[in-house]
C-alpha cells in the first residue's frame, strides 16, 4: 500500500468527483492520504473528509502566504483531534515577495515569526513538521536547527538543495513528488540518490504538479505510482521495494 503524505483533497477542484478520484487511487495501490492544511479557510474540509473516510488524516498548518492569517488558537482547537498527524504545511516561501526593501523585511519577519510558532506547536504537541520552502533554504535551515526538536518532520516537494539533506540527521524526511518526472528535473534527478533511503516519502500535492506525462492536467493521488516507478529506477530497486521503504518510512514519521 502507497500512502500519498500530501495532497490538497480539501481542494475545491476535487470537489466534483472525490469519490472517483478516491476510487483510482484504491486501484492505483494508494490507499491512504494526509491532507496537508494551507489556507484556513479549507481547514473546516480537510476534518470533514477525515471524519467521513476511515483513511484519510489531516494536519494542521498555515502555509507562508497565508502568514497574516495565522491565529495558533484556531489550529489548538483540531491538533488534538485523532485524526491530525502533523502540523503544516508551513515554512517560508519567498518566490512571491512584494516591492520594495521595506516590504520585503516585512513580509519575511512576518513568515519567519509564524513558521517559529508552528515549530514551537508541534514540539509542544509531539507532531511532525510539514514543511514548505520555497527560495528560501538557508533562512528555512537555520530556524529548523535553530528550534525543532527531535520529532522531526519532512520538507515538502524537496527542492533539491544540497544544504537541506543535512537536516536528515536531525529526523527530517523528503517529500518526492511529480517533480521528479519532470524533463527538466535535472538537478533533483541528480540529488535524489543522496537522500538516504531510510528518509523518502512520497506525495503528489495534487491538484498541483501533475507528473509527467499528464502534466497540465489535474494532479490526483493515484499518480503515487508513476511517482514510486521512478523512485525505483533511481534508487536501483524493484517497485515494490521503493514503495515498502516509503511506507514503513510514514508509518515511523506520522503513525499511520
Known amino acids: 500500500m502507497i500512502v500519498d503524505t500530501h495532497v490538497h483533497l480539501d481542494d475545491p477542484k476535487y470537489a466534483e468527483d472525490l469519490e472517483g478520484v478516491l476510487e483510482r487511487s484504491r486501484e492505483a ?3 491512504r492520504w494526509i491532507i496537508p492544511a494551507a489556507d484556513p479557510d479549507t481547514l473546516p474540509r480537510a476534518i470533514e473528509l477525515a471524519e467521513r473516510y476511515e483513511d484519510i488524516f489531516f494536519a494542521v498548518g498555515v502555509h507562508p502566504y497565508d502568514a497574516r492569517r495565522y491565529e495558533r488558537k484556531e489550529l489548538e482547537r483540531h491538533i488534538g483531534h485523532e485524526k491530525c498527524v502533523a502540523v503544516g504545511e508551513c515554512g517560508l516561501d519567498y518566490y512571491r515577495l512584494p516591492e520594495g526593501e521595506e516590504a520585503i523585511a516585512e513580509e519575511k519577519r512576518i513568515q519567519k515569526e509564524v513558521f517559529v510558532d508552528q515549530i514551537a506547536l508541534a514540539k509542544e504537541y509531539a507532531k511532525p ?8 533554504s538557508l533562512d528555512s535551515m ?5 528550534n525543532a526538536g527531535e ?3 519532512v520538507l515538502h516537494c524537496y527542492n533539491a538543495d544540497h544544504q537541506l539533506l543535512k537536516l536528515a540527521e536531525r529526523n527530517f524526511y523528503y517529500g518526492i513528488g511529480g517533480v521528479l518526472t519532470f524533463k527538466n528535473a535535472r538537478k533533483l534527478v541528480e540529488v ?3 537522500i538516504p533511503r531510510e528518509r523518502l516519502l512520497i506525495e503528489t500535492d495534487g491538484p498541483y504538479l501533475t507528473p509527467h506525462p ?9 499518480y503515487c505510482r508513476i511517482i514510486a516507478e521512478k523512485m525505483a529506477e533511481l534508487s536501483g530497486v524493484s517497485f515494490e521495494e521503493i ?5 514503513e518510512n510514514t508509518k515511523r514519521l506520522f503513525g499511520i
Open 142 to 146: 537555520k530556524l529548523l536547527k535553530e
Open 29 to 31: 495501490g494508494v490507499a
Open 192 to 194: 535524489y540518490p543522496k
Open 129 to 136: 513538521l510539514i514543511v514548505h520552502i520555497r527560495e528560501a
Open 243 to 247: 514503495t515498502a521503504i516509503c511506507r
Open 151 to 153: 520529532r522531526g518532520g
Open 214 to 222: 499528464y502534466r497540465g492536467k489535474r494532479n490526483e493521488p493515484a
